[in-house]
């Protein structure tokens, strides 16, 4: 069972990580727009823009 | 002449020489939208950024002020093909985002905590029915603690303050039983830990706060949606006036800007755009929205006008009034300000449970303790056990049991064109068995619609909407709706006070007054007969016509006043305007109560007196003079073209021409508040099968998880059975 010493807090250490990370996101405005992002990705005119074509 | 055009109300200043404005933007419906907008404005010179919020319809443009100005950009958005609106967020949409966000950092603390306590806990209760050993299960109740102690302190803030402000006004709400239960579940499971006891509740304590954060920002979530549509709507319905600079200059500035003592020219056809009395000009106005009156009153210098009156026939140079200068308005706020007092406040339908709940929970806990002592249980046992009782009872799904409901009843009645104010609105409207119909703009349209008559040819009516579309006269602007061809005549002249002219294939085409016309004897207008309606006059060569222009109702206002009788609602009607204008109305809708000529004053005695015979009034009104009976009525629904101080006071609000969201709206909040009595009862057989297990003191952490998910699941999807729309029968 001693494995638990360093399993554990292993575990507790990426479930932080994860709520850090939700933090993070909230804090950043990612959920400011929903709808906007789910539309955001279908124009592709940014992929001309990194051939230089335009 | 070029006005200019004065929008630094809206305009925040940003850092060095730079300016922020948010818009509201009319008619986005798809992705490439966002793109056609954001493009086309990051190309004007001077402009930083323009970002587009999706889901709120907003747009959020920072420039440097050297190289262009709002009004610049707002013109530069409707060359791209949209309306813009600027927009001053109101302070509650503030408050309510930070709030939003607090609450979801909360949820997102206690789902961590639920889900690590969980994973302990299950191991736990394998472990103590298998071979783990009492160091290995000493060591997870304490990584419990750890997790769960600083979880709940952080995620259970919402319910402790609410708590603790009901405590101190000695009151009893959902959150004080909640915080107690929360509070001695996490202390007796601090104390069996240390007394390395087989059982701990730290799973039960903290999955309870989850559940209910949950309801708490789902709840959330949906006022604020109704909250920014509302803000949207206040925006594109904003006015603007146009202000008489000292050096006679005319600048034209949003409504809200103006202060008393601004000098305003008000044009014909142009509402009013504030309170204030008339310097100079001569002009019929139309008050319908102030007093429901649909004759037109003469406003001459000297004479008090009112906002949201709409000035029809000459041009009005106006003093804007300072507070206090203005007797209607003034009179209207102290009624509405008595209204709002002696409202007595309807006790909740949560409420009323908790009031009910809590003292009998807290009873049978102490009952609990002093009957397991009495039967020679130690102290240790008896509090523990009459713990549990408080764990079990601690009313997850009661108070999830109305906010669901809430929640998905308004988000149909969202999706139906009803916003809501507050979601305890729903109760009241279900609890509604009266309903008093203002007459002027809420069963009748909003706008004067023209009265089609019979002997007229279609291509002449044709022709003079047409016609009517380059004239700004309200009587015009009513007849250009009937234009199948929304394409004005080239050259159309319109001489302002009289009418518009035009050459149509070659012959003069004119419309508007009789005269203009040249129609001596109005025998048209003599056939239509006398009454509420206004005239205007079309001539084409040897062709005349006279259309009459008049309040009607809304087109499905006889289909839902019936639909409402059906439901058993007792109908009324009180107006302000003429017994003459009111009788007809209500007689083709087959109402036999109806009172005119009444003041704001008499409604909302009206209003006090159906309600001293224990009537709960639902009251529908949008002018100024209904406002007071609005504020006073049990519940009350305005139309979206209300007056600014009568929308402030309902409950609910209603888009687009139709009456059906009326409808809707007691037809939902009926259905939802069947569904809060059937989620109300399903609650209480919960207890009644789990509390007499914790009272004989067989209840686990195990049980205890199971059944507390189990009920909470339960009442989540009843609620949602609110989704399905009642097929609604007119």
Known sequence: MNVLIYLVPLALLLGLTGLAGFLWSLRSGQYDDLDGAAVRILPDDDLIDQRGKR | MTETVDLSMFVEPADAGASHMTLAVEGISCAGCIRKIETGLAKLPGVIDARLNFTQRRLAVDWRNDEIDAPRIIEALERIGYRAHPFAPERAEADDKAQSRW????????????????????????????????????????????????????????????????????????????????????????????????????????????????????????????????????SLKAEFAHRLDASGELVQVPAAALHPGDRVLVRPGERIPADGTVLGGNSDIDESLITGETLHRIARAGAAIYAGSINISGALTMRVGAAGDNTLVEEIERLIEEAVQTKSRTVRLADRAARFYAPIVHTTAALTAIGWLMAGASLHDAIVI???????????????????????????????????????????????????????????????????????????????????????????????????????????????GRGVRAFIDGEEARLGSAEFCGIVSDAQAAEIGPGDASFISFAHGATTATFAIRQILRPDAAAVVGALRKRGLRLMVLSGDRAAAVAPVAESLGIKDWIAGLTPTEKISIVELLKSQHRRVLMLGDG???????????????????AHLAQAHTDAVFLGESLMPVLNAVAVSRRARALMKQNLALAAIYNVLAVPLAIAGLVTPLIAAVAMSGSSLLVTVNALRARFRPSIRL
Request: hydrophobic fraction near 55%; glycine fraction near 6%.
């Open chain 2, 624 to 642: 100024l003079n209904d406002a007071p009976a609005l504020a006073a009525a049990h519940v009350s629904i305005s139309p979206i073209t209300a």
């Open chain 2, 103 to 234: 609450l979801l950092r909360c949820l997102a603390v206690a789902g961590f905590a639920a889900m690590n306590v969980m994973l302990l806990s299950v191991s736990i209760w394998a472990g103590n029915v298998s071979d783990m050993t009492q160091e290995t299960r000493d060591l997870f109740h304490w990584l419990s603690a750890l997790i769960a102690l600083p979880a709940a302190a952080y995620a259970g803030q919402p319910f402790f303050q609410s708590a603790l402000r009901a405590f101190r006004a000695r009151q009893l709400n959902m959150d004080v039983p909640i915080s107690l239960g929360v509070i001695l579940a996490l202390g007796l499971s601090v104390y069996e830990t240390a007394t390395h006891a087989l059982h701990a509740y730290f799973d039960s304590a903290i999955m309870l706060l989850f559940f209910l954060l949950c309801g708490r920002f789902l709840d959330l979530a949906m006022r604020r949606k109704t909250r920014l549509l509302a803000g949207n709507l206040a």
């Open chain 2, 386 to 496: 009459a713990i549990a009782v408080l764990i079990i009872t601690c009313p997850c799904a009661i108070a999830l049991a109305i906010p669901a409901v809430q929640v998905v009843a308004a988000g149909l009645l969202f999706r139906t064109g009803v916003i809501l104010n507050g979601g305890d609105a729903i109760e009241r409207l279900a609890e509604a068995d009266t309903v008093v119909f203002d007459k002027t703009g809420t069963l009748t349209l909003p706008d004067a619609q023209i009265d089609q008559t019979p002997s007229v040819a279609p291509e002449v009516v044709e022709r003079a909407a047409r016609l009517g579309l380059s004239s700004r006269h309200p009587l015009a602007t009513a007849l250009a709706r009937m234009a199948h061809q929304r394409l004005p005549y080239a050259g159309a002249v319109e001489e302002p």
